[in-house]
């Protein structure tokens, strides 16, 4: 885990990372208003860069990457918990944790990172729990026993908000996720509640929270309406820990909420015609704030806004013959304005 300069990211100044196709090794740094803050260089380009939301740290993969010019702690794996400060992640009930596809690239190449109190399991097949760890100290405690870690597998963390003292996760991280294998978490005590929502049609299995775990969407991952005479693609809004019914959108498929969950991305596409969109709707009202015939790449959310980070994906051949994607992303804000950040940056991961 990567602390951040303080004159780069603050809690009260977020910031967005990128990476440019020229310096694959090079992370840079840009406020909400599209201005350039600072750049972290590795010693080699990362499988992936995760930042936590106000981007004041990063989880870099793999670990042992050299960040020059920053403060870095060693920690197990995991998913940012909401905050800057802790990680949520699946284990076996010991602590042990199951070493990632990168560790094991061939017999001779193993690079097990260490880390205070990480060990890791051997088992195909154990049962798992789920678990918060504090990223400074290492310390890390069991919150509830769920399901089971195997091979390439394990319980999905849907989301996890220490803030508001939830978690949602599922049976298996692989979509589709049926929604019958989707629990609540509380963190602070350990209960596990089921969600409470019955799909509006067979096949739902599209579901994504707001980041404060109030609301749910839920759609189908089937992408409908690609074909001639599909039906076309929609997603119910429900109070997530209620399952009170709130509207269904029609025409779109849900990506995720804005920090605030006031507004959703969607994105829509159609194989017989060729057409990809993207747009960002008051959910609320079904009005349309924003949107682009451009295919969707990655995207993000700034803190306690209705703000988002979009990115145009195209694709490009490298020096190797290799499809190479590149992204131009934008700061799309709720009544439509867009700043451009930067053309042609590599994803994140």
Do not use: K
């Not at 440019?20 to 840009?30: C, D, F, G, H, Y």
């Not at 602590?95 to 990632?100: D, I, L, M, R, T």
């Not at 154990?126 to 870690?149: M, N, R, Y």
């Amino acid at each position: 885990m990567v602390a951040v300069p303080e004159a780069v990211a603050t809690a009260t100044h977020p910031v967005l990372w990128y990476r440019e196709v020229a310096t694959p090794t090079r992370l840079i740094a840009v406020d909400w208003d599209g201005r350039r803050t600072g750049v972290l260089d590795l010693s080699t380009a990362p499988n992936a860069v995760r930042p936590c939301g106000d981007g004041t740290r990063l989880l870099v993969e793999p670990p042992d990457v050299v960040i020059r010019a920053a403060q870095v702690w060693p920690v197990g794996l995991g998913d940012w918990a909401g905050d800057a400060r802790h990680l949520c992640s699946f284990r076996g009930l010991d602590g042990s944790v199951q070493a990632p596809t990168w560790e094991r690239v061939a017999p001779e190449d193993v690079r097990v990172p260490t880390a205070p109190g990480l060990t890791w399991y051997s088992s195909s097949s154990a049962p798992a729990a789920l678990f918060l760890q504090e990223v400074e100290s290492a310390a890390w405690q069991q919150v509830a026993p769920f399901g089971t870690l195997s091979t390439g597998d394990r319980p999905g963390i849907l989301l996890c908000a220490l803030p508001g003292d939830s978690a949602w996760v599922s049976l298996s991280r692989r979509p589709p996720v049926p929604l019958h294998t989707i629990r609540h978490v509380t963190l602070s005590t350990g209960a596990i509640a089921p969600l409470p929502v019955e799909p509006r049609t067979p096949g739902d299995d599209l579901v994504v929270f707001s980041n404060d775990g109030q609301f749910t969407a839920v759609g189908c991952s089937g992408h409908r309406g690609r074909w001639p005479g599909e039906a076309p693609p929609d997603f119910s809004v429900y109070e997530a820990r209620t399952g009170a019914y709130r509207t269904t959108v029609a025409g779109w498929d849900a990506v995720g909420f804005s920090d605030d969950g006031r507004c959703v991305l969607v994105s829509r596409m159609g194989s017989a015609s060729g057409w990809l969109e993207a747009a960002v709707l008051d959910w609320r009202d079904d009005r349309v704030l924003w949107r682009t015939a451009n295919p969707l790449g990655s995207w993000r959310v700034r803190p306690h806004s209705a703000d988002f980070l979009v990115s145009h994906r195209t694709w490009r051949i490298d020096s190797r013959n290799r499809q190479l994607p590149v992204e131009d992303l934008w700061i799309v804000r709720p009544g439509g304005e867009t700043t451009l950040v930067a053309r042609e940056t590599l994803p994140l991961s």
